[in-house]
């Protein structure tokens, strides 16, 4: 009877035991994925018929994953000298340093780099781009060509809920003014902003009538590997 009794005991305690934690049990939760992203731009002369240029074309996509709070391309934001000269020239070496920069101080995940630009104003970008629970977000911005210093970009997208990453998610585009040049159609000559401006929307002509772009220019999709 007493071994039986020292029996139950032990289950009792290994029971309790085993029934104890810091908190509920969690099945299920991811902690890191890659996506599968398509930009697709859009920007033509019938939807943007005012002043079309002949030579419209994209830079190579540039972006990298990152924390929902980062704020390198925030609107309201001082533009750095990397993203002054991907909107300018579409130049996206400076760029790619300071991104590269910050990965390596932790504070980002992947570097993107499209292997090209798109060599008219319609076509789309392939990328693939890995995220995970503190880098959850994506950033991706091209140059709009020629311009004085616009540029296309699906800013801080968020793809994680705080246990699950999206299976796919699409969101529109924008375009933003850099705040570096104060030129106002496509191939208006070099006129620095002194001092310099903030990162903007860009909704003005001839892209648009001042509260929306005339249509959608870009759509982009990230759909999980």
């Known amino acids: 009877m007493i071994l039986k009794n020292s029996i139950f005991l032990f289950l009792a305690l290994l029971l309790m035991s085993c029934s104890k934690s810091d908190g509920p049990i969690e099945y299920g939760i991811e902690t890191e994925a890659t996506y599968t992203v398509t930009f697709k731009m859009n920007w033509n002369s019938t939807d943007f018929p005012k002043d079309y240029p002949a030579g419209a074309h994209f830079s190579k996509l540039i972006g990298w994953s990152h924390p929902s709070t980062t704020n390198l391309f925030k609107e309201g934001m001082t533009a750095s000298e990397g993203i002054e000269l991907m909107a300018e020239t579409g130049a996206i070496e400076v760029l790619q340093a300071e991104l590269e920069a910050k990965i390596a101080n932790n504070e980002g995940l992947n570097f993107v780099l499209s292997q090209d630009g ?21 950033s991706l911005v091209s140059m709009l060509a020629p311009s004085p210093d616009w540029y296309v970009g699906a800013l801080n997208v968020n793809l994680y809920d705080g246990s699950h990453f999206a299976a796919s998610k699409t969101v529109t585009a924008k375009v933003y003014d850099a705040g570096t040049d104060s030129g106002t159609t496509y191939e208006a000559a070099d006129l620095d902003t002194d001092p310099q401006g903030t990162i903007s929307l860009f909704v003005a002509d001839p892209l648009g009538d001042g509260t929306n772009l005339l249509k959608d220019i870009a759509k982009v999709t990230f759909t999980k590997n």
């Open 118 to 138: 798109l060599t008219s104003g319609t076509g789309e970008f392939t990328v693939e781009v890995a995220v995970n629970a503190a880098n959850p977000s994506v």
